[in-house]
C-alpha cells in the first residue's frame, strides 16, 4: 500500500522530505508578488540613494563656492592697510606731481575693490553700530552734539554685501 504509492528505490523517509518540500514550495503568484515588492524596494532605495546624492553635491558645491569667496574676501581683505598707506602718503605730499600719481594709483585701487563688490563704511555722522565699527575711543560731546555719534574715522572699514570683511574704528562721542 504505501510501499505501492512509492517510486522504485526510494524510502519512506525520502518521500516525506519531498512532501514537506512541495508544501513549502510557495505558488508561482507568490513568487511573483514577493518579486514584484522586492522590485519596489530597491526602486525605492535607488530613488532615496540618487536624492542623497544629488543633495550632497549640491552641499560640496555650495561649500567650495562659499571656500572660493571666502579665499578672494581675504586677499582683498589684505590690500586694504595699502589703500590706507596711499592715503597717507597722499595727504602728506607737498609735490603735486606726486599727488596727482597717487591719486591715479588710489582711484584704480578703489576701482579693483568696486569690481569685486567692496563697499565703504562711512559711519561720520551715524549713530555707533557695533555690527559694522569697532570704537577706539570716546570724547566728549560738544554743544548741541548727541552721545554715541560717530566723530572721526580713524581706520576705514570696509563691506562686501551684508559681510564686514573689517570693522571700522571710529571714535565716537559720549
Same mark, same amino acid.
Given at each position: 500500500?504505501?510501499?505501492?504509492? #512509492?517510486?522504485?528505490?526510494?524510502?519512506?523517509?525520502?518521500?516525506?522530505?519531498?512532501?514537506?518540500? %512541495?508544501?513549502?514550495?510557495?505558488?508561482?503568484?507568490?513568487?511573483?508578488?514577493?518579486?514584484?515588492?522586492? *522590485?519596489?524596494?530597491?526602486?525605492r532605495?535607488?530613488?532615496?540613494?540618487? %536624492?542623497?546624492?544629488?543633495n550632497?553635491?549640491?552641499?560640496t558645491q555650495?561649500?567650495?563656492? *562659499?571656500?572660493?569667496?571666502?579665499g578672494?574676501? !581675504?586677499v582683498?581683505?589684505?590690500? $586694504?592697510?595699502?589703500? !590706507?598707506? #596711499?592715503e597717507?602718503?597722499?595727504?602728506?605730499? *607737498? !609735490?603735486?606731481?606726486?599727488?596727482?600719481? #597717487?591719486?591715479?594709483?588710489?582711484k584704480? $585701487?578703489?576701482?579693483?575693490?568696486?569690481?569685486?563688490?567692496?563697499?565703504?563704511? !562711512?559711519?561720520?555722522?551715524?549713530? $555707533?553700530?557695533?555690527?559694522?565699527?569697532e570704537a577706539?575711543?570716546?570724547?566728549?560731546?560738544?554743544?548741541?552734539?548727541? %552721545?554715541?555719534?560717530?566723530?572721526? /574715522?580713524?581706520?576705514?572699514?570696509?563691506?562686501?554685501?551684508?559681510? /564686514? #570683511?573689517?570693522y *571700522?574704528?571710529v571714535?565716537v562721542?559720549?
Amino acid at each position: 500500500m504505501e510501499k505501492e504509492e #512509492l517510486k522504485q528505490g526510494e524510502t519512506v523517509e525520502e518521500t516525506s522530505v519531498k512532501e514537506e518540500k %512541495a508544501k513549502k514550495k510557495p505558488s508561482k503568484k507568490e513568487e511573483l508578488e514577493k518579486a514584484i515588492a522586492e *522590485a519596489e524596494e530597491s526602486t525605492r532605495k535607488w530613488y532615496a540613494v540618487t %536624492a542623497e546624492y544629488e543633495n550632497y553635491r549640491r552641499r560640496t558645491q555650495n561649500q567650495a563656492a *562659499a571656500r572660493y569667496q571666502d579665499g578672494r574676501n !581675504d586677499v582683498v581683505a589684505s590690500l $586694504f592697510p595699502i589703500g !590706507d598707506n #596711499l592715503e597717507r602718503a597722499m595727504s602728506s605730499c *607737498a !609735490d603735486e606731481n606726486t599727488k596727482q600719481g #597717487l591719486d591715479m594709483v588710489l582711484k584704480a $585701487f578703489k576701482k579693483v575693490l568696486e569690481g569685486e563688490g567692496v563697499e565703504e563704511i !562711512d559711519p561720520i555722522g551715524q549713530p $555707533f553700530n557695533a555690527d559694522t565699527m569697532e570704537a577706539i575711543m570716546a570724547m566728549p560731546c560738544a554743544d548741541g552734539e548727541e %552721545a554715541g555719534v560717530v566723530k572721526q /574715522v580713524y581706520v576705514k572699514g570696509y563691506k562686501k554685501g551684508e559681510k /564686514v #570683511l573689517r570693522y *571700522a574704528q571710529v571714535i565716537v562721542t559720549q
